[in-house]
Protein backbone atom coordinates (compact mmCIF):
# COMPACT_ATOMS: atom_id res chain seq x y z
CA UNK A 1 0.00 0.00 0.00
CA UNK A 2 1.72 3.51 -0.93
CA UNK A 3 1.12 5.76 1.65
CA UNK A 4 -0.24 9.51 0.13
CA UNK A 5 2.13 12.46 1.50
CA UNK A 6 1.70 15.63 -0.33
CA UNK A 7 2.66 19.39 0.33
CA UNK A 8 0.10 21.45 1.37
CA UNK A 9 -1.17 23.09 -1.14
CA UNK A 10 -0.35 26.96 -1.89
CA UNK A 11 -1.88 29.59 -4.17
CA UNK A 12 1.96 30.19 -5.47
CA UNK A 13 2.61 27.16 -7.04
CA UNK A 14 2.84 26.57 -10.55
CA UNK A 15 1.95 22.71 -11.37
CA UNK A 16 4.03 20.61 -13.97
CA UNK A 17 1.99 17.66 -15.01
CA UNK A 18 2.97 14.51 -16.77
CA UNK A 19 0.43 12.85 -18.43
CA UNK A 20 0.37 8.88 -19.01
CA UNK A 21 1.15 7.29 -15.67
CA UNK A 22 0.14 10.46 -13.80
CA UNK A 23 -3.29 11.85 -14.94
CA UNK A 24 -4.45 9.33 -17.29
CA UNK A 25 -3.86 5.45 -16.86
CA UNK A 26 -1.96 3.13 -18.96
CA UNK A 27 -3.62 1.35 -21.93
CA UNK A 28 -2.41 -1.69 -23.69
CA UNK A 29 -1.36 0.88 -26.82
CA UNK A 30 -0.57 4.45 -26.41
CA UNK A 31 -3.68 5.25 -28.78
CA UNK A 32 -6.46 3.99 -26.72
CA UNK A 33 -6.08 6.17 -23.29
CA UNK A 34 -8.78 9.02 -22.46
CA UNK A 35 -8.93 11.28 -19.68
CA UNK A 36 -11.44 10.70 -17.43
CA UNK A 37 -14.86 12.00 -16.74
CA UNK A 38 -14.18 15.70 -15.31
CA UNK A 39 -10.32 15.53 -15.66
CA UNK A 40 -10.14 17.99 -18.07
CA UNK A 41 -12.75 20.76 -16.22
CA UNK A 42 -10.92 20.36 -13.18
CA UNK A 43 -7.42 21.48 -14.93
CA UNK A 44 -9.57 24.15 -16.45
CA UNK A 45 -10.45 25.44 -12.79
CA UNK A 46 -7.15 24.73 -11.43
CA UNK A 47 -5.36 26.62 -14.42
CA UNK A 48 -7.77 29.41 -13.47
CA UNK A 49 -6.81 29.59 -9.61
CA UNK A 50 -3.40 29.14 -9.90
CA UNK A 51 -3.40 32.22 -12.72
CA UNK A 52 -2.82 30.20 -15.58
CA UNK A 53 0.48 28.54 -14.21
CA UNK A 54 -0.52 25.06 -15.01
CA UNK A 55 1.49 22.95 -17.68
CA UNK A 56 1.84 19.78 -18.61
CA UNK A 57 4.72 17.86 -19.52
CA UNK A 58 4.75 15.24 -21.91
CA UNK A 59 6.27 12.85 -24.17
CA UNK A 60 3.12 13.03 -26.64
CA UNK A 61 3.28 15.54 -29.26
CA UNK A 62 1.50 18.82 -28.39
CA UNK A 63 -1.34 17.63 -31.27
CA UNK A 64 -2.06 14.35 -29.09
CA UNK A 65 -2.03 16.44 -25.84
CA UNK A 66 -4.55 19.27 -27.17
CA UNK A 67 -6.76 15.94 -28.85
CA UNK A 68 -7.00 14.54 -25.12
CA UNK A 69 -7.53 17.87 -23.20
CA UNK A 70 -9.68 19.65 -25.76
CA UNK A 71 -11.26 22.25 -25.08
CA UNK A 72 -8.25 23.28 -23.22
CA UNK A 73 -4.72 23.95 -25.19
CA UNK A 74 -3.27 24.94 -21.86
CA UNK A 75 0.40 25.91 -21.64
CA UNK A 76 2.18 22.42 -22.64
CA UNK A 77 5.85 20.62 -23.39
CA UNK A 78 5.43 17.83 -25.29
CA UNK A 79 8.08 15.25 -26.97
CA UNK A 80 9.39 15.45 -23.33
CA UNK A 81 10.24 19.21 -24.23
CA UNK A 82 11.20 19.28 -27.95
CA UNK A 83 8.25 20.98 -28.59
CA UNK A 84 6.66 23.71 -26.00
CA UNK A 85 3.59 26.13 -25.97
CA UNK A 86 3.53 29.22 -23.32
CA UNK A 87 0.87 30.13 -21.81
CA UNK A 88 0.62 32.64 -24.36
CA UNK A 89 0.13 30.03 -26.84
CA UNK A 90 3.53 30.77 -28.73
CA UNK A 91 4.88 27.75 -29.72
CA UNK A 92 8.86 26.42 -30.21
CA UNK A 93 10.27 23.44 -31.34
CA UNK A 94 13.47 21.38 -32.00
CA UNK A 95 13.30 20.96 -35.51
CA UNK A 96 15.33 17.42 -35.40
CA UNK A 97 13.94 14.59 -37.27
CA UNK A 98 14.48 10.92 -36.99
CA UNK A 99 16.42 9.98 -39.93
CA UNK A 100 14.46 8.16 -42.50
CA UNK A 101 17.33 4.80 -42.16
CA UNK A 102 17.00 4.48 -38.80
CA UNK A 103 12.86 4.63 -38.71
CA UNK A 104 13.12 1.53 -41.01
CA UNK A 105 15.26 -0.11 -39.31
CA UNK A 106 13.31 0.18 -36.02
CA UNK A 107 10.10 -0.57 -37.83
CA UNK A 108 11.72 -3.91 -39.51
CA UNK A 109 12.88 -4.73 -36.24
CA UNK A 110 9.50 -4.00 -34.32
CA UNK A 111 8.04 -6.11 -37.24
CA UNK A 112 9.86 -8.96 -36.24
CA UNK A 113 8.71 -8.97 -32.73
CA UNK A 114 4.85 -9.42 -32.39
CA UNK A 115 3.66 -7.47 -28.88
CA UNK A 116 6.08 -4.36 -29.95
CA UNK A 117 4.07 -1.03 -31.15
CA UNK A 118 5.91 1.91 -32.98
CA UNK A 119 4.82 5.32 -31.87
CA UNK A 120 6.54 7.67 -34.63
CA UNK A 121 6.89 11.16 -33.18
CA UNK A 122 8.87 12.56 -35.95
CA UNK A 123 11.56 13.74 -34.14
CA UNK A 124 11.56 10.87 -32.03
CA UNK A 125 10.59 7.08 -32.30
CA UNK A 126 9.11 5.01 -29.21
CA UNK A 127 9.02 1.45 -29.08
CA UNK A 128 6.39 -0.10 -26.59
CA UNK A 129 6.53 -2.86 -24.88
CA UNK A 130 3.53 -3.18 -22.77
CA UNK A 131 2.03 -6.16 -24.32
CA UNK A 132 5.11 -7.83 -23.97
CA UNK A 133 7.29 -6.69 -21.12
CA UNK A 134 9.76 -9.73 -21.38
CA UNK A 135 10.95 -8.22 -24.41
CA UNK A 136 12.02 -4.98 -22.50
CA UNK A 137 15.91 -5.66 -22.61
CA UNK A 138 15.57 -6.91 -26.35
CA UNK A 139 13.77 -3.56 -27.44
CA UNK A 140 16.16 -1.10 -25.10
CA UNK A 141 19.52 -2.92 -26.83
CA UNK A 142 18.04 -2.14 -30.91
CA UNK A 143 17.34 1.26 -29.73
CA UNK A 144 20.15 1.60 -28.02
CA UNK A 145 22.22 0.45 -30.86
CA UNK A 146 19.94 2.90 -32.74
CA UNK A 147 20.88 6.08 -30.58
CA UNK A 148 24.74 5.04 -30.82
CA UNK A 149 24.65 4.71 -34.82
CA UNK A 150 23.05 8.39 -34.97
CA UNK A 151 26.01 9.94 -32.45
CA UNK A 152 25.95 12.17 -29.57
CA UNK A 153 23.46 14.42 -29.96
CA UNK A 154 20.79 11.50 -29.47
CA UNK A 155 19.71 9.25 -26.52
CA UNK A 156 17.62 6.76 -25.49
CA UNK A 157 14.76 7.66 -23.07
CA UNK A 158 13.66 4.70 -20.95
CA UNK A 159 9.98 5.24 -19.73
CA UNK A 160 7.20 2.80 -18.67
CA UNK A 161 7.36 -0.17 -20.91
CA UNK A 162 9.10 2.07 -23.56
CA UNK A 163 12.59 2.78 -24.59
CA UNK A 164 13.06 6.02 -27.08
CA UNK A 165 14.84 7.27 -29.47
CA UNK A 166 15.11 11.06 -28.68
CA UNK A 167 17.36 13.99 -29.54
CA UNK A 168 19.19 15.46 -26.60
CA UNK A 169 18.23 18.85 -27.42
CA UNK A 170 15.64 19.11 -24.90
CA UNK A 171 14.30 17.07 -21.67
CA UNK A 172 11.76 17.76 -19.09
CA UNK A 173 14.14 20.16 -16.98
CA UNK A 174 14.94 22.30 -19.25
CA UNK A 175 10.78 22.35 -20.09
CA UNK A 176 10.03 23.52 -16.25
CA UNK A 177 13.12 25.99 -16.59
CA UNK A 178 11.83 27.44 -19.64
CA UNK A 179 8.28 27.78 -18.19
CA UNK A 180 9.78 29.41 -14.74
CA UNK A 181 11.27 32.25 -17.02
CA UNK A 182 8.03 33.28 -18.56
CA UNK A 183 4.86 34.27 -17.16
CA UNK A 184 2.46 33.10 -15.48
CA UNK A 185 5.25 31.01 -14.32
CA UNK A 186 8.07 33.38 -13.08
CA UNK A 187 7.88 33.89 -9.72
CA UNK A 188 5.66 30.59 -8.53
CA UNK A 189 7.13 27.42 -6.89
CA UNK A 190 7.19 24.62 -9.44
CA UNK A 191 5.11 21.48 -7.98
CA UNK A 192 6.35 18.65 -10.22
CA UNK A 193 4.42 15.35 -10.59
CA UNK A 194 5.14 12.36 -12.97
CA UNK A 195 5.39 8.73 -12.29
CA UNK A 196 8.91 7.63 -14.69
CA UNK A 197 12.23 8.09 -15.56
CA UNK A 198 11.66 10.63 -18.29
CA UNK A 199 10.05 12.30 -15.14
CA UNK A 200 13.33 12.84 -13.13
CA UNK A 201 14.50 15.85 -15.08
CA UNK A 202 11.31 17.42 -14.13
CA UNK A 203 12.16 16.27 -9.84
CA UNK A 204 14.96 17.70 -9.97
CA UNK A 205 14.46 21.17 -12.43
CA UNK A 206 11.49 21.84 -9.78
CA UNK A 207 13.74 20.80 -6.73
CA UNK A 208 16.58 22.81 -7.94
CA UNK A 209 14.59 25.96 -8.49
CA UNK A 210 12.89 25.90 -4.66
CA UNK A 211 9.60 23.51 -5.51
CA UNK A 212 8.29 20.28 -5.20
CA UNK A 213 8.79 16.62 -6.70
CA UNK A 214 5.71 14.13 -6.19
CA UNK A 215 6.60 10.91 -7.18
CA UNK A 216 3.07 8.69 -9.10
CA UNK A 217 3.28 5.32 -8.16
CA UNK A 218 6.27 3.16 -7.50
CA UNK A 219 8.33 3.05 -10.36
CA UNK A 220 10.41 6.38 -8.96
CA UNK A 221 11.27 7.51 -5.78
CA UNK A 222 10.55 11.47 -5.02
CA UNK A 223 9.98 13.71 -1.73
CA UNK A 224 6.50 13.41 -1.89
CA UNK A 225 3.89 10.43 -3.31
CA UNK A 226 0.63 9.83 -4.66
CA UNK A 227 -0.51 6.41 -5.92
CA UNK A 228 -2.28 6.27 -8.67
CA UNK A 229 -3.47 8.43 -11.72
CA UNK A 230 -7.23 8.13 -9.52
CA UNK A 231 -5.49 9.33 -6.31
CA UNK A 232 -3.51 12.23 -8.06
CA UNK A 233 -7.05 13.41 -9.86
CA UNK A 234 -8.67 12.99 -6.28
CA UNK A 235 -5.54 15.32 -4.95
CA UNK A 236 -6.16 17.77 -8.02
CA UNK A 237 -9.68 18.13 -6.46
CA UNK A 238 -8.78 18.86 -3.14
CA UNK A 239 -6.28 21.37 -3.87
CA UNK A 240 -8.61 23.38 -5.50
CA UNK A 241 -11.23 23.37 -2.50
CA UNK A 242 -8.35 24.48 -0.69
CA UNK A 243 -7.66 27.22 -2.67
CA UNK A 244 -10.62 28.25 -2.89
CA UNK A 245 -11.97 30.59 -5.35
CA UNK A 246 -9.71 32.62 -7.46
CA UNK A 247 -8.50 35.56 -5.20
CA UNK A 248 -8.86 39.10 -7.79
CA UNK A 249 -9.57 39.24 -11.34
CA UNK A 250 -8.72 37.58 -14.14
CA UNK A 251 -11.38 34.84 -13.75
CA UNK A 252 -14.68 34.66 -16.15
CA UNK A 253 -15.85 31.21 -15.63
MG1 LIG B 1 4.29 9.35 -17.41
Do not use: M, Q
Not at 20 to 30: I, K, N, R, W, Y
Not at 36 to 62: C, D, F, I, K, N
Not at 205 to 229: F, K, S, T, Y
Amino acid sequence: VTRHTTPPPAADWALFLDVDGTLLEFASVPEAVAPAPGLTALLGSLRERLGGALALVSGRPLETLDRLFAPLAPAAAGLHGLERRTAGGACTRVGLRVPAATRAELSAFVRRHPGLVLEDKAATLAVHYRAAPELGPVVDAAVGRAAESLGPAWHVLGGACVAELKPRAANKASAVEAFVREPPFAGRRPVYLGDDRTDLDGFAAAERLGGEAIAVGERVAARWRLADPPAVRAWLGEILLALGAPASGGATR
